[in-house]
């Protein structure tokens, strides 16, 4: 629901980007939030479905390509709110679902450059959570130790600098700790950079997801895929069909 927190989330992140972006920006921002308000109504998918193993991986191979950084995990709107008042961009102010997210349970892992905020990723560990990282209803066995991510953005003026790997890394740490033991989550057929992030964790894809949702029906249906379940990159891109 869109409700008065968000709206007033939303005028303070238009004014922040006209500010230090630009019309250009706030224009093309309007945008994707007004597409992104009719997915609410009407949504189509194609995804492929990823599952990944939580094992001991060397932090080194996934650090970002940045001089300095500095990583906050946020469980709570509090949290958050003690990361602003240190002199951090407030995450919650550039996504406008982000206080109801953390109030569902859902997980925060925010990246900065300096005290700016240059990238984002999600994980969920119960059903509750999992409707604010991935609607898409692929399964995930939270009893059984699986847990999901998504949500994940990157400043666009920081792509190409190896923060989703470094992202992915961390979220699969904090599982791993936690003691869970695999990791499920989606990603657009068409979306080529996540696909490349994800290939650097030999991950499993077991399957195509078609999701359709119109005005408050949903449709869901898992494909197998040709020649079985593949690891690292989806069978249809280079490298794929491992």
Sequence with gaps: ???????????????????????????????????????????????????????????????????????????????????????FEDFRDAFVFARRSLETGAVAFCVYSGTELVHVGWLAVDARGRTAVDRTPFDVAFDAGQACTGGTYTKPTFRGKGLMPYGYFERFEYLRAKGFTSSRNSVEVGNVSSHKAHAKFDPTIYGIGRYRRILGRSYWRVEVLPGGPCRGMPPDRPGGRG
């Design 1 to 87: 629901m869109f409700g008065f927190r968000e709206f007033n989330a939303l005028v303070k992140r238009a004014v922040s980007l006209l500010r230090t972006e630009g019309l250009m920006s706030l224009l093309r921002h309007t945008w994707s939030f007004a597409a992104y308000l009719g997915s609410r109504i009407v949504l189509s998918r194609k995804v492929y479905l990823y599952e990944h193993s939580l094992v001991p991986r060397d932090r080194s191979r996934f650090l970002p390509r940045l001089d300095s950084w500095e990583l906050r995990i946020l469980h709570s709107n509090e949290d958050a709110e003690r990361v602003a008042a240190e002199g």
